[in-house]
T-cell receptor, first 121, second 114 residues
């Protein structure tokens, strides 16, 4: 099956620094990728939709200047947490849909990355 | 707005017991429905999905789910669980059409005791 990777798997940073998380589709192309955030014992909350060649679409309540998303190519999306604070500590997961539509249809299967554990001290 | 609710947050079963995890969604239109599983230390994997057709859907590892439109439900079942089924299970929905944004339920942590 399709594989999505994330790097790094864990990161610890000081408050006020920025952290970049990469999401790659290893064996398929994805014009769309999704970024989720998962708090302990809670579900995945969709943060934003990353669109190759255009601006990301953010969910209500997500600060776009705080969580910068860049979809640099058909296989890479990055999430940068700017000026991170302890409340940004969380598990960040990306997903990428596959299918002949390039991920445009709701019936495309989504594949998830292994997640990145961010701890802000 | 769409929402998904999973009523069982934590389920403990003995091996060979039957499993049913509840999932209800809130959305007025046509939806696609999914169950994902997250084994300890691993990423989310698709168990099964429903798009249309037969409301009883069979997935991997002996799991199945039944879509009952009138109840807005998509419950997950397995007749006989194994210790290896210990994992967290997430129900998810997206609106049929051009968007493939997934809305997840809160998850159910299943612990199977040998």
């Amino acid at each position: 099956g399709a594989v999505v990777s994330q790097h790094p798997s864990r990161v610890i940073c000081k408050s006020g620094t920025s952290v970049k998380i990469e999401c790659r589709s290893l064996d398929f192309q994805a014009t769309t990728m999704f970024w989720y955030r998962q708090f302990p014992k809670q579900s995945l909350m969709l943060m934003a939709t990353s669109n190759e060649g255009s601006k990301a679409t953010y969910e209500q309540g997500v600060e776009k200047d705080k969580f910068l998303i860049n979809h640099a190519s058909l296989t890479l999306s990055t999430l940068t947490v700017t000026s991170a604070h302890p409340e940004d500590s969380s598990f960040y997961i990306c997903s990428a849909p596959t299918g002949t539509s390039g991920g445009a249809l709701s019936t495309d299967t989504q594949y998830f990355g292994p997640g990145t554990r961010l701890t802000v001290l | 707005a769409q929402s998904v609710s999973q009523h069982n947050h934590h389920v403990i079963l003995s091996e060979a017991a039957s499993l049913e995890l509840g999932c209800n969604y809130s959305y007025g239109g046509t939806v696609n429905l999914f169950w994902y599983v997250q084994y300890p230390g691993q990423h989310l994997q698709l168990l099964l999905k429903y798009f249309s057709g037969d409301p009883l859907v069979k997935g991997i590892k002996g799991f199945e789910a039944e879509f009952i439109k009138s109840k807005f439900s998509f419950n997950l079942r397995k007749p006989s669980v194994q210790w290896s089924d210990t994992a967290e299970y997430f129900c998810a929905v997206n609106a049929y059409g051009a968007t493939n944004k997934l809305i997840f339920g809160t998850g159910t942590l299943l612990a199977v005791q040998p």
